[in-house]
């Protein structure tokens, strides 16, 4: 029941950052009578909401316009990256941070690995806890600029 509760998103401080191949923005989520609405939804509808161009598409989600509304144009809901939300005290309103990417390409070259792993685009790479170990007291036994070089050669090693 508490999915069906409309859900306005509005964007603030958009700004175009031509280096990133992005576009920036605070992403402010009004859902009263609801705890919190999750990334993977907002990611959705704002995608949804930009390709569209039709504000008023999703019965469940009442998009407000914004002046910026052309300027972001999403053609794969993976270049849209959200982030940073924090509740508002009482709830019934969040505010984070948003991305979109201009294509995938971009997001994997500028966003961090972390976030990229979130969002499906990249495989985590699982290491055992022994060669953690092993290149940690490698590492060790280097002093000053030659402990990242051991590190490397150790990384290499267990490759």
Known sequence: MAD????TVRTRKFLRNSLLARRQMVVEVI?????????????EKI??????????????VNCCPSP????YKVKDANTVFLYGFRTQFGGGKSS???????????????????????????EKVETSRKQIKEAKNRGKKVRGVGRRIARHKAAKANK
Do not use: C
């Open 47 to 60: 995608s949804k909401m930009q390709r569209d161009g039709d504000w008023m598409a999703d019965v469940a």
């Open 96 to 122: 984070g941070f948003g991305l979109v990417y201009d294509t995938v390409n971009d997001a994997k070259r500028f966003e961090p690995k972390y976030r990229l792993i979130r969002q499906g685009l990249v």
């Open 4 to 7: 069906k509760v409309p859900v």
């Open 68 to 71: 910026h509304a052309q300027m």
């Open 31 to 43: 859902h009263p009578g609801r705890p919190n609405v999750p990334k993977a939804e907002l990611q």
